[in-house]
């Protein structure tokens, strides 16, 4: 029997020790939609979601990821997952309901330890009369022509302490593993999954992470429509003084055109257009092995990373851990990818 219980990143909780500004770089630089607030938390969308919400904005004291939530591909979906997650440590429990979206099963990962959720029912976005598109009926509203135009969320990538053991998880519940990179034969230090591959190659994508801690994040990532948009956004960012951190170039591995900045909370955002879709239900996990070129790096331009791009948030506290974390990350990351790029996505 073939099972589809996922049918696609619906959003991702980002933390923020400066939510107010990091709300205004959103809407004014990023170019986002505000939907609500409730709380500690704004809910924001691309100009072109039909969900109520793909990013929400909470205030905490260190950048990261909250929660990561999934829309199920069938109404029925959210208690299958409950009923496979039950009686194990990634059992978290029902929630009701939350803004945007109604009755929730979350659960965490088991190595990388990120809270999830699942769910069918939600709030579709309504514009008022004067944003709907009066031409293009299946947008949820007209082009909004504010920053970037950041038009839906895309993935999101997290570190985890056993990527093989967190790979087998998510592939329990439906997800395909679409494609890793090996420091050595059967050491993967980046993956890529999916839950459908209509958009990308992957929602969801995993490095290693040696710091002793879970929870981690890396980035999230969002899409415009086209390559020359990536380009227009490194314009639009360095006029309103956000510094590009990486790219514009190309990843190797789904050749998507990639751009990376800091928003003001501190947290990395990836904008990023183009690539090849997946559409195989039975394509089988490339492999690629890093000491014969990094197929993560930019196939254009020969971007280099920066010193610093493999470092995921929270950072571990005290001098100690962080010098911990430095030596044991660049021994173990940097040198797999040397002065190649883009070894995390």
Avoid at 49 to 76: A, D, F, K, M, N
Wanted: charged share 25%.
């Amino acid at each position: 029997m073939s099972e589809i219980l996922l049918s696609q990143l619906a959003h991702v909780e980002l933390i923020s020790p400066k939510p107010a500004e990091t709300v205004e770089w959103m809407k004014e630089v990023f170019g986002l939609e505000e939907t609500t607030r409730e709380g500690q938390s704004v809910y924001l969308r691309g100009w072109a979601e039909w969900l109520h919400s793909s990013l929400i904005i909470t205030e905490g004291r260190e950048p990261g990821v909250g929660r990561i939530g999934w829309r199920t591909y069938g109404p029925q979906d959210p208690e299958i997952v409950a009923e496979r997650l039950a009686d194990t440590e990634e059992a978290v429990g029902w929630v009701d309901d939350w803004t945007g979206h109604g009755a929730t099963y979350q659960y965490r990962a088991p190595h990388g330890r990120h809270l999830h959720e699942v769910f069918w029912d939600v709030d579709r976005y309504q514009a008022p009369p004067e944003q709907q598109d009066p031409v293009i009926k299946n947008r949820p509203q007209r082009f909004s022509g504010k920053g970037i135009g950041a038009r839906y969320l895309d993935h999101v990538t997290m570190p985890t302490q056993n990527m093989r053991g967190d790979i087998d998880f998510y592939k329990r519940l439906g997800a395909r593993h679409t494609a890793q990179t090996e420091a050595e034969p059967g050491f993967e230090v980046f993956s890529t999954l999916t839950c459908n591959g209509i958009r990308s190659t992957h929602d969801l994508a995993l490095v290693p992470d040696f710091s002793g801690m879970t929870g981690r994040a890396h980035h999230i990532a969002f899409r415009v429509d086209q390559r020359l948009d990536v380009e227009r956004a490194a314009e639009v960012f360095l006029a309103h003084d956000t510094p590009i951190e990486f790219g514009p170039g190309v990843h190797g591995i789904d050749e998507i055109t990639y751009l990376y900045v800091r928003e003001p909370g501190g947290f990395r955002m990836e904008i990023n257009a183009g690539g090849w879709v997946n559409t195989m239900p039975d394509w089988e996990t490339t492999t690629y092995q890093a000491a014969g070129g990094n197929p993560g790096q930019s196939i254009w331009r020969n971007v280099d990373a920066p010193e610093g791009f493999h470092e995921s948030w929270p950072l571990p506290a005290g001098e100690a851990a962080e010098k911990q974390n430095a030596a044991v990350a660049g021994e173990n990351v940097r040198d797999f990818f040397g002065d190649q790029a883009g070894g995390s996505r």
